[in-house]
């Protein structure tokens, strides 16, 4: 192996140094075992004549499948060129490691063929295999049934979906049982069903995306987002327009630890974030606002909904839920005639009799929800409610207690009933001819402070009331 070096005339070669040629040969090495890419052209692309497979137009799941089968053990990338591939069988990477399967952007579309009804990608127990930068177009209008992505085997782990194109599914965009998964940036609109992470999943990551009419069909329902398994993390996603709960994090194994940071929730038909159930959770940053949509089957319609999970087995407790932003907008989204619209910012609530424990909530702004900042329908012991803005957890003031009387009523002003360790009352002035005073008759909206005997002078008391650890 030599370079050129210039002499004045002419050029000669000149032999490398033994470190160098060691270099050489190590990057000849490195290109050899550079992995493999297939590549695969539509029928309308303009780019046939460079590829390695040829489609026609119909059936073109063959010939990527072909490719992918033609890829080495050792894993690879097949590139789908510009234009629309059509499909009539699933595409099965099976058990494949270390697989791409790459378009060149929206332009690459795999459409489902008509009356196909078939899933357009599928796997098993695969191992890092990545899609990215094309779209599924599931043709919905004419075919009943199929997924755009399913992962359905436990087995499988280190799935990555960046910058897809998920439309027109007449069931889940995305359905998934591995553990491991990432999907970034993607857009999913006008299917059956969003996003499943099924109860068997765990660690799987929704980041950056865009997930929006989802169940709007006759008789559907259906999350935008949705993990039944553990671990979830759920980040700067937009999720609006679906028929059920925008984003929810409830756990089939109770589990939980799912997390929803920073995402947009609004026009769900029900609540916009649904803990449903899991334990561990963490609500934080959210803007959930015009949620509660569903005229028929209206559940909550909160910002944000902690319960138990449907089947009675478990609640959510240890829940922290801090920062978030709930309110109705009418002015932008008004109501469709017989919705009720975003009652709550938080809603505290079971199905079944398992009242959430021990969760935190707190500095979220609730302010301009239709009925109450948080509705306590439900709540177990050592929940802690403070500084949200439109739930009133702490009031003061003064009260008189007239000269003849041996009771004053205070109205405190709380959206929820204290108890009466939580209440204290300082006389202000002389007790006259009474010589005690206690509170009773605690409410959701008044309490008494009463006297042994009239005091024979008016009588100021100071009081202060809160609410703090839930009963």
Not at 79 to 108: C, E, Q, R
Not at 158 to 181: H, I, P, Q
Not at 195 to 204: F, G, Q, S
Not at 305 to 329: K, P, Q
Request: aromatic letters at 6%; charged letters at 15%; a negative charge.
């Amino acid at each position: 192996m030599s370079i050129l070096s210039l002499a004045p005339g002419r050029l000669r070669p000149r032999p490398l140094p033994f470190a160098l040629a060691l270099l050489g040969l190590a990057l000849a090495t490195s290109a050899a075992a550079v992995e493999s890419v297939i590549v695969v052209a539509s029928s309308t692309t303009s780019r046939s004549a460079s590829a390695d497979y040829v489609c026609d137009g119909t059936a073109d799941d063959v010939q990527i499948q072909q490719a992918i089968d033609a890829l080495p053990a050792t894993g690879g990338t097949v590139f789908l060129t510009d234009g629309t591939f059509n499909l009539s069988a699933v595409i099965d990477l099976g058990n494949k490691i270390h697989t791409k399967l790459v378009g060149a952007g929206p332009g690459t579309i795999l459409k489902i063929a008509n009356g196909a009804n078939v899933s357009a990608l599928r796997g098993l127990e695969a191992f890092d295999v990545t899609f990215a930068d094309f779209a599924v177009d599931g043709n919905n209008a004419n075919n009943t049934t199929g997924n755009g992505v399913q992962f359905l085997d436990s087995g499988g782990a280190g799935l990555k979906l960046e910058r897809l194109y998920l439309y027109n599914l007449a069931e889940a965009a995305v359905t998934v049982s591995a553990d491991e998964v990432s999907i970034l940036n993607c857009e999913i609109h006008d299917c059956g069903k969003g996003i499943l992470i099924n109860d068997d999943a765990e660690k799987c990551y929704v980041i950056g995306s865009r997930i929006h009419q989802i169940g709007k069909g006759t008789g559907q329902s259906a999350s935008g987002l949705s993990c039944q398994g553990a671990r979830c993390h759920f980040e700067d996603n937009v999720v609006w327009d679906v028929s059920d709960a925008g984003i929810t994090l409830s756990s089939g194994d109770n589990f939980g630890h799912n997390v929803a940071i920073g995402n947009e929730v609004y026009l769900a038909g029900n609540s916009g974030i649904n803990s449903g159930g899991a334990d561990h959770v963490v609500i934080m940053g959210n803007t959930c606002y015009a949620n509660g949509r569903n005229t028929s089957t209206p559940r909550s319609n909160a910002g944000i909904y902690l319960r138990d999970n449907l089947a009675g087995t478990h609640t959510s407790s240890d829940a922290i839920v801090i920062g978030n932003r709930c309110f109705e907008d009418t002015a932008n989204f008004p109501l469709p005639g017989g919705a009720d619209g975003q009652l709550y910012g938080v809603h505290v609530s079971h199905d079944t009799g398992n009242s959430p424990l021990n969760s935190i909530v707190m500095t979220n702004d609730l302010r301009g929800n239709t009925t109450a900042g948080i509705f306590r329908e439900h709540v177990g012991a050592g929940n802690i409610f403070q500084k949200n803005l439109g739930d009133t957890t702490l009031a003061l003031g003064t009260a008189t207690l007239t000269s003849a009387a041996t009771v004053v009523t205070v109205t405190h002003g709380l959206d929820s009933p204290p108890t009466s360790k939580c209440i204290s009352v300082t006389p202000a002035s002389d007790l006259g001819s009474a010589t005690k005073f206690w509170v009773s008759n605690v409410t959701a909206t008044t309490f008494d402070i009463k006297v042994n005997t009239a005091p024979g002078a008016n009588l100021t008391f100071a009081w202060k009331a809160r609410v703090y650890t839930e009963p």
